[in-house]
Each structure stands twice: as structure tokens, then as C-alpha cells.
């Protein structure tokens, strides 16, 4: 199996490595695969939750909020 190179929602991850050059996912070897179906559950940056309609909402601010915890 190969590693493809990250994709755009994985931007902003913990888990985002150069390797050989390329940014790649230390945890998942085909992240375009893990987003197509849903919201990647290893993702740092991103948190998902389900709304009242069972709707999957995103909340990009985890890491901000992360961040401003650890000042
Ligand atoms: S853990 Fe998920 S969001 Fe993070 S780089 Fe890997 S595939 Fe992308």
C-alpha cells in the first residue's frame, strides 16, 4: 500500500508529517479516502458533532481553543 500525500481538510492537523518532501498523515496512509467518508476521526483539528436533526456538524476552533488552554 502506498501513502498518498494529505488532502485540504486535513490542513491544520496535528498528525500532518513531511516525509521525503511530502506532507503526509502519520496515522492514516489514504486521507482522501478517510474524509470521503465523513469527518476524519483521527483529525486534531476538527470536531465533530451531531446537531437535534442528526446533521454532522464540523468545529474547526478544537486546536484554538486547545492552544489557548495550554498559555
Ligand atoms: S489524521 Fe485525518 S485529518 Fe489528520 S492528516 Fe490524517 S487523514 Fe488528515
Given at each position: 500500500?502506498?501513502?498518498?500525500?494529505?488532502?485540504?481538510?486535513?490542513?491544520?492537523?496535528?498528525?500532518?508529517?513531511?516525509?521525503?518532501?511530502?506532507?503526509?498523515?502519520?496515522?492514516?496512509?489514504?486521507?482522501?479516502?478517510?474524509?470521503?467518508?465523513?469527518?476524519?476521526?483521527?483529525?486534531t483539528h476538527?470536531k465533530?458533532?451531531?446537531?437535534?436533526?442528526?446533521?454532522?456538524?464540523?468545529n474547526p476552533l478544537k486546536m484554538s481553543k486547545r492552544a489557548s488552554r495550554s498559555k
Open positions: 500500500m502506498t501513502v498518498q500525500p494529505i488532502v485540504e481538510k486535513c490542513e491544520g492537523c496535528a498528525r500532518i508529517k513531511e516525509i521525503d518532501g511530502m506532507r503526509r498523515c502519520s496515522s492514516y496512509p489514504e486521507p482522501a479516502a478517510k474524509w470521503s467518508l465523513g469527518i476524519c476521526n483521527f483529525a476538527v465533530a458533532s451531531v446537531d437535534k436533526q442528526g446533521k454532522v456538524k464540523i
